[in-house]
């Protein structure tokens, strides 16, 4: 009998939907990572997976934001603001 495997997070990928649906960022800033070659992506057939651990990497580097991941995924999860809506929280932020 063979023994169980053992699986780590460096074994663990996952898609770039699912990595934003956690949280790690909003879809579209983890595409612009790729992009930039921030972020390595590994293709499982047609798809492109990401390792978690380069996900984790990624947000507790040294020259990344976590306030500015925490706004993107705010920014891509909030419905779009009414005219009204946007100068009344202008107003509240004191803009201009």
Same mark, same amino acid.
């Given at each position: 009998?063979?023994?169980p ?5 460096s074994d663990l990928?996952?898609t770039?939907?699912e ?6 960022a ?5 595409r ?9 992506t ?5 798809r ?8 984790e990497?990624?947000l507790?580097?040294?020259?990344s934001n976590?306030?500015d991941?925490?706004i =993107? ?8 603001l009414t005219t009204e809506?946007t100068h009344?929280l202008? =107003?509240?932020?004191?803009?201009a």
């Amino acid at each position: 009998m063979g023994s169980p495997a053992v699986h780590n997070k460096s074994d663990l990928y996952i898609t770039l939907r699912e990595a934003a649906d956690r949280g790690y960022a909003g879809y579209s800033t983890l595409r612009k990572y790729v992009a930039e070659g921030r972020l390595p992506t590994y293709r499982a057939g047609r798809r492109v997976r990401l390792r978690l651990t380069d996900l984790e990497a990624l947000l507790t580097s040294t020259d990344s934001n976590a306030i500015d991941v925490v706004i =993107d995924n705010l920014v891509t999860a909030a419905p779009p603001l009414t005219t009204e809506q946007t100068h009344r929280l202008r =107003d509240l932020l004191g803009g201009a």
